[in-house]
């Protein structure tokens, strides 16, 4: 019964014959499917754990590697996060299929919730260790690998809690690789999105700052200016004083 979904379900009750021992069997093997899907997503996440610490020990010895080796690693990197929000995905659908299989309010798990008893759905777990291995990347100076890792959680998960966090964290990733305009851009969207998250203001406060490293005095003022005026109590709001204070002067 693998794969079977809404759609068997679907099929079940338009045959009028979904009785509740077929119901069962239906929701154990869509059960039974996500547990194999979350021992693939577990299988990928080490071996992306082992890819890192080889990369990082090829990086040290890159000049006597060449750079055919560490760019076939790099692939080999991107391949495996490729699979991973695959798994992701495949293990999304089982979730809402098996939310939608089950009518009765308050039964079930939606994706991205805590499961009966308060622990972690496995979306969520899976959904956290996403976005840990795009933090991974980019701890490690792996900007366009961790680019392209935190713009797949904001398509998978954008209403995640940590949905401000990787924006904001992409658009860090702009800044480390030295891309003003892009930083520029994607902090922008954190205020966008999620204007009441606490990334907003750390976001304001970074655009300040480019723009000011750019000349553009008027508009940095602008920006903090934003600061003191939408998020007074944040800690950014003093940061913000001290430096207009330092261009007024």
Same mark, same amino acid.
């Given at each position: 019964?693998?794969?079977?979904?809404?759609?068997?379900?679907?099929?079940?009750?338009?045959?009028?014959?979904?009785?509740?021992?077929?119901?069962?069997?239906?929701?154990?093997?869509?059960?039974?499917?996500?547990?194999?899907?979350?021992?693939?997503?577990?299988?990928?996440?080490?071996?992306?754990?082992?890819?890192?610490?080889?990369?990082?020990?090829?990086?040290?010895?890159?000049?006597?590697?060449?750079?055919? *080796?560490?760019?076939?690693?790099? *692939?080999?990197?991107?391949?495996?996060?490729?699979?991973?929000?695959?798994?992701?995905?495949?293990?999304?659908?089982?979730?809402?299929?098996?939310?939608?299989?089950?009518?009765?309010?308050?039964?079930?798990?939606?994706?991205?919730?805590?499961?009966?008893?308060?622990?972690?759905?496995?979306?969520?777990?899976?959904?956290?260790?996403?976005?840990?291995?795009? &933090?991974?990347?980019?701890?490690?100076?792996?900007?366009?690998?961790?680019?392209?890792?935190?713009?797949?959680?904001?398509?998978?998960?954008?209403?995640?809690?940590?949905?401000?966090?990787? &924006?904001?964290?992409?658009?860090?990733?702009?800044?480390?690789?030295?891309?003003?305009?892009?930083?520029?851009?994607?902090?922008?969207?954190?205020?966008?999105?999620?204007?009441?998250?606490?990334?907003?203001?750390?976001?304001?406060?970074?655009?300040?700052?480019? *723009?000011?490293?750019?000349?553009?005095?008027?508009?940095?003022?602008?920006?903090?200016?934003?600061?003191?005026?939408?998020?007074?109590?944040?800690?950014?709001?003093?940061?913000?004083?001290?430096?207009?204070?330092?261009?007024?002067?």
């Amino acid at each position: 019964m693998r794969r079977l979904g809404l759609v068997a379900l679907t099929a079940l009750v338009g045959s009028g014959c979904a009785m509740k021992a077929d119901l069962e069997s239906l929701e154990a093997s869509m059960i039974g499917e996500m547990q194999q899907l979350r021992a693939d997503q577990e299988l990928v996440l080490r071996q992306l754990a082992l890819s890192f610490d080889s990369l990082d020990a090829l990086q040290g010895r890159r000049e006597l590697t060449g750079r055919g *080796e560490f760019d076939r690693r790099i *692939e080999r990197l991107e391949d495996q996060l490729a699979e991973l929000l695959n798994l992701s995905a495949q293990n999304n659908q089982l979730l809402n299929d098996l939310y939608n299989s089950r009518a009765t309010p308050g039964v079930g798990v939606r994706p991205g919730t805590s499961a009966p008893g308060g622990r972690p759905s496995a979306d969520e777990e899976v959904a956290r260790q996403f976005y840990s291995a795009a &933090q991974q990347q980019y701890r490690q100076g792996n900007y366009e690998t961790a680019l392209g890792a935190f713009q797949d959680f904001l398509a998978q998960y954008p209403t995640h809690l940590l949905a401000p966090d990787a &924006q904001f964290f992409l658009a860090e990733s702009y800044a480390a690789a030295d891309d003003e305009a892009m930083a520029l851009v994607e902090y922008q969207r954190v205020m966008e999105l999620y204007p009441d998250s606490g990334r907003a203001p750390t976001s304001l406060f970074k655009r300040a700052l480019i *723009e000011k490293q750019r000349g553009n005095l008027a508009l940095a003022r602008s920006l903090l200016r934003q600061i003191e005026a939408g998020y007074p109590n944040s800690p950014e709001a003093e940061a913000a004083r001290e430096e207009l204070r330092r261009l007024d002067s």
